[in-house]
């Protein structure tokens, strides 16, 4: 059993280059970004990872500082960049340095400093992880404006900004995680067909229903002209379901808190662009959301009858959903008669910037918010069936696996939720109640353990 493990692990995870590998792309790099010839270099596979292409740099030089009595003595000193590596035969990578370049321009990822045919070269950014913690703690957390404001510039780039062929979505958020199942459970390892069944129906389910979400919001009346700072329900759907830029694994672990002097404000920059591309805005905020109730187990979060899964507080994402719609409101309704001013006075873009801004924030009705947040939660349910076939893809073809365990207790609770957001969004204003404060998948967790 051992043996076949590693096997289909392999067709997912980093696989070690070779030193000849490693020494051809170092040489390169080291011409890219004209480092002297004396200079160094280390390379080492970045962690997190599941493609294997990325790596941390370490370039050291040797420099030569004089003594008191006139003699040099040699001085260490290293600089580090993020090395991304490109397969001709992906097409994506192909993609990956424009988006690179234009999130860099906007602020939103790191500096682009070198390219080739064969590698992405950018800056390494000095910063932590977002803390799970901080995120959890509601309305006054610093990082939570933060990342939220970001994701919110990030889904306002122009789609155009990007590499073409992402421009459109193809409606289909699991047929890429699909394929990759297919290559990992293989022989004796294959899912067994009642689940295979299920897997398949609950996919089907959840891409008829986000289908339908984005063709009933496209297809309404709602227009920019009647843009406000107390929009309807109708205008939410129409923002959540647009295409936009997204990145497509938003989570903790991809944001980067940058330190800064001021500690009354936060920034951060995001990381890992690999899955941008063009997609409903609601997915990458429906995935964070998820993503961090699941890293609350590595902050002590235990089961309750009222919590029986983890999943981002409600004063967490009342908290995110203000900000990035003060962000996104600013950008659509504020900015353009902000510009508009600046062009007959010479008042300074930023400050009057950052003043809109948090106006924007304290002007965001309480229920606005959480009429924002239902609808991301439709989005919730077809990204946890997409999230459990990653974690198929995990478990590495091994069903012992806890997650593989993990997705076969869950999976079957999809349609309930669906049920229950269809039951809401027809008009149970109670049931639309509970599942913005539960969230729609612990709502349908606590209907699931009641009839047990």
């Known amino acids: 059993g051992k043996v076949k493990h590693e096997k289909t692990h392999k067709t997912y995870m980093p696989v070690e280059i070779s030193h000849d590998e490693k020494s051809a792309l170092m040489a390169e790099a080291k011409t890219l970004l004209a480092l002297p010839e004396s200079a160094k270099l280390e390379l080492a596979l970045l962690a997190g990872g599941a ?61 682009v ?67 990759l199942i297919d290559k990992t459970w293989v022989g004796e390892n294959n899912i067994p067909a009642v689940f295979q069944a299920l897997i398949d129906a609950n996919v089907a389910q959840a891409r008829a229903y986000t289908n339908e979400l984005v063709a009933t919001a496209s297809s309404s009346s709602f227009s920019a002209a009647e843009e406000g700072t107390n929009p309807p329900t109708s205008r939410f759907a129409k923002m959540l379901s647009t295409t936009a830029v997204t990145h497509g694994d938003f989570h903790p672990n991809n944001i980067l808190m940058i330190p800064n002097q001021d500690v009354e404000s936060s920034s951060c920059v995001i990381v890992d662009h690999e899955m ?37 507080p409600l004063a967490s994402r009342q908290a995110f959903a203000r900000h990035y719609l003060s962000q996104r409101l600013m950008a659509t309704t504020v900015m353009p008669r902000i510009n508009l001013i600046l062009q007959q006075t010479a008042s300074g873009s930023e400050t009057i910037a950052s003043g809109a801004e948090e106006a924007m924030a304290d002007v965001v009705p309480g229920a606005d918010i959480n009429e924002f947040l239902f609808e991301v939660e439709k989005f919730v349910y077809a990204e946890r069936v997409r999230l459990f076939l990653i974690w198929l893809l995990l478990a590495g073809g091994d069903p012992k696996h806890m997650l593989f365990g993990g997705a076969q207790l869950y999976l079957p609770r999809m349609s309930i939720a669906r049920d229950l957001l269809l039951e809401a969004t027809a008009g149970n204003e109670e049931l639309k109640q509970e599942i913005v404060r539960r969230g729609i998948i612990q709502t349908a967790n606590v209907r699931a353990e009641a009839k047990h």
Not at 143 to 169: F, M, R, V
Not at 287 to 296: E, I, T, W
Request: glycine share 8%.
């Open 113 to 179: 400093l070198a390219k080739s045919d064969r590698m992405l070269l950018c800056e390494f950014v000095a910063g932590e992880n977002a803390s799970i913690k901080d995120l959890c703690e509601g309305a006054e957390s610093l990082q939570i404006k933060a990342i939220a404001t970001t994701l919110g510039k990030y889904h306002d780039l122009p789609l155009e900004s990007i590499a073409e062929p992402l421009h459109s979505w193809s409606g289909d958020e699991f047929s890429y995680w699909l394929g």
């Open 51 to 111: 493609t294997g292409q990325t790596f941390k740099l370490e370039a050291t030089s040797i420099d030569a500082k004089e003594g008191e009595a006139k003699s040099f003595t040699p001085v260490a000193s290293s600089k580090y960049y993020v090395l991304r590596t490109f397969r001709p035969s992906r097409q994506e990578d192909r993609f990956l340095s424009q988006c690179s370049e234009t999130l860099a321009k906007a602020a939103i990822g790191p500096k």
């Open 276 to 312: 941008t591309r063009g997609r409903p805005a609601a997915f990458d905020i429906a995935y964070h959301f998820m993503v961090l109730g699941d890293m609350r187990y590595s902050i002590g979060w235990t089961p309750s009858p009222g919590e029986p899964g983890p999943y981002a």
